[in-house]
């Protein structure tokens, strides 16, 4: 295997044991300098990230590749230099177009405020910030590089700042850390534009004063800001009410899920970019059976790809059909079964499965079963009674943790976000 094949490999084992949150914040923009039959050498954007994935991930690495390739490999992080992080980050990101974004009902209000914020209309309009709001998988990120490469192509001297909002956390540390709190603060508050993607996760105090003055500076002097999540403001219930109220100044748009129409249009558009014929039959074969996400329909024309590319494969309903079951079994969170559920609520607690089996009532294991009855039930569609039999329970019992489990999610914020990783990580 190739040193790029190897790291994706690495990174979708890794996504099976670690939340998807981890994944974002420390391996995304990672790269492999160097792999050879006893060491891999990973590369980093800072010596940051690059010491904490030492301390905090090395064994997780070395376990991937055990598992991966059968044998033990030393692992080292590095620091990429400057221009080595521009490269890789233009790389990653130069796909994301407006061209390249199927509008449909569902995500056209939000595809013309993005356009409007690149063509610079937006601040005139008041539409400052633009707060893009819904599922994973829909397109929001898309949209925010989109406004940024646009934005680019128009004016490349614009300082143009895109971000995650863990991002901004973990630079955030880094700078008190250091005692650089400034050279962080001028960043971000001298910025023609700034574009922060999960803003639901800015929620710790110190993190929310700083975003709030960040976001005065920039909005009292007319720069653009652009912010997704997950959910609208009014439901980010650990966000300041003054940071809440900023971020409903502007414009507050949302992105469903695409209706059938745009899914086939979707299926089209990234078959002609691979050269897939694909007929209307198997588009809308595919199309009526992977509803959830953008990313799913992707992942699907993929492997139809593949089947047609490397083993001849026509392209047909039968070979659709091979390629949506692949995508089920590699991504088991896309219909998820009840042992699969409790694997994945059993890593995020850090408890073994078989103590969850148990009788014991220890608190973290209570938890942790509750939380697995309850994401079985909204996930599986099992039955009490099915639940009960896999957790070696009684049927009055389930009924107690679901309810309990509602009961926790209304009245705890952080409980809440907890069971949106675990169920991200489930489907992720």
């Not at 391996?27 to 060491?39: A, H, W, Y």
């Not at 709001?133 to 898309?142: A, F, N, P, Q």
């Not at 329909?297 to 593949?306: D, P």
């Not at 609520?345 to 939380?371: H, I, M, P």
């Amino acid at each position: 295997m190739q040193k790029d094949e190897v790291w994706l490999s690495v990174l979708e084992n890794l996504r099976s044991v670690l939340p998807e949150t981890v994944i974002r914040a420390w391996f995304d923009d990672t790269t492999v300098n160097f792999f050879d039959e006893n060491k891999i050498v990973i590369a980093a954007p800072s010596d940051f990230k690059r010491d904490a994935l030492m301390k905090r991930y090395e064994g997780s690495i070395a376990r991937a590749l055990f598992h991966i390739l059968g044998r033990s490999y030393k692992v080292e992080v590095v620091t990429r230099t400057e221009k080595e992080t521009k490269d890789v980050t233009v790389e990653h990101i130069e796909n994301y177009l407006f061209e390249n974004f199927v509008v449909g009902p569902t995500n056209q209000f939000a595809h013309a405020a993005a356009f409007a914020v690149a063509e610079g209309l937006a601040s005139a309009k008041g539409y400052n910030p633009l707060f893009i709001y819904g599922g994973s998988g829909l397109g929001k990120t898309h949209l925010l590089y989109a406004i940024r490469n646009y934005v680019k192509s128009k004016n490349a001297d614009l300082n143009i700042v895109i971000i995650s909002s863990e991002q901004f956390f973990l630079g955030l540390v880094r700078a008190i850390e250091s005692g650089n709190r400034l050279a962080f603060q001028n960043k971000y508050r001298n910025a023609d534009m700034l574009l922060v993607d999960d803003s639901q996760f800015i929620s710790k105090e110190f993190v929310q004063e700083e975003f709030f003055h960040t976001f005065n500076t920039l909005h009292e002097t007319g720069k653009q800001i652009v912010l997704t999540s997950d959910r609208p403001p009014k439901d980010m219930k650990k966000l300041e009410d003054r940071l809440r109220s900023r971020f409903e100044w502007g414009l507050v748009v949302d992105i469903q899920p695409p209706d059938l129409e745009t899914r086939m249009a979707i299926l089209r558009a990234k078959a002609n970019r691979l050269g897939l014929p694909l007929p209307d039959s198997v588009s809308e074969h595919i199309a009526e059976t992977i509803t959830a996400n953008v990313r799913q329909l992707e992942g699907t024309i993929k492997k139809l790809y593949a089947y047609y590319d490397l083993m001849g494969y026509n392209v047909n309903i039968e070979t659709a059909g091979l390629a949506i079951a692949d995508l089920m079994k590699e991504n088991p969170g896309l219909n998820p079964k009840p042992d699969f559920i409790l694997e994945r609520v059993c890593q995020f607690y850090g408890v073994e499965v078989k103590d969850v089996l148990s009788s014991s009532r220890r608190a973290n294991l209570v938890l942790a079963r509750q939380t697995a009855m309850f994401l079985m039930r909204e996930l599986s569609n099992k039955s009490y009674q099915e639940i009960a039999d896999i957790l070696n329970r009684d049927h009055s019992t389930v009924i107690h943790a679901v309810n309990r489990v509602v009961e926790q999610k209304n009245n705890s914020e952080d409980f809440e976000n907890d069971l949106k990783i675990i169920t991200d990580n489930i489907r992720s």
